[in-house]
């Protein structure tokens, strides 16, 4: 399993970034997928995840919800963090994860930093 994120960067408070994670060596189509951030000396933090399937269900923390969409690309193995109106608090490194009962797989981060 590999899972490798892009896309991130320094942006103006109010801007916008679109994070990308390309994931190979599993079916990607079979499993959900989910963004994660981690801001120093914080714990990691749930930001998004959606289903896999048709009908695809996402669900967001409160912080984002409104803000942020997450999508997929199965044809391209491919998750995206689309992050509109972003502000200073969103700074953080940006994970995307692979997650179930038993394991977790995790790419190495994509800096995001919002400041004027």
């Known amino acids: 399993v590999q899972l490798v994120e892009s896309g991130g960067g320094l942006v103006q408070p109010g801007g916008s970034l679109r994070l990308s994670c390309a994931a190979s060596g599993f079916t990607f189509s079979s499993y959900a997928m989910s963004w994660f951030r981690q801001a120093p000396g914080k714990e990691r933090e749930f930001v998004a995840r959606?289903?896999?399937?048709?009908?695809?269900?996402?669900n967001y923390v409160a912080s984002v919800k409104g803000r942020f969409t997450i999508s997929r690309d199965n044809a391209k193995n491919t998750v995206y963090l689309q992050m509109n109106s972003l502000k200073p608090e969103d700074t953080a490194v940006y994970l995307c994860?692979?997650?179930?009962?038993?394991?977790?797989?995790w790419g190495q981060g994509t800096q995001v930093t919002v400041s004027s």
């Open positions: 959606i289903s896999s399937g048709g009908g695809y269900i996402t």
């Open positions: 994860g692979r997650l179930s009962a038993t394991q977790q797989y």
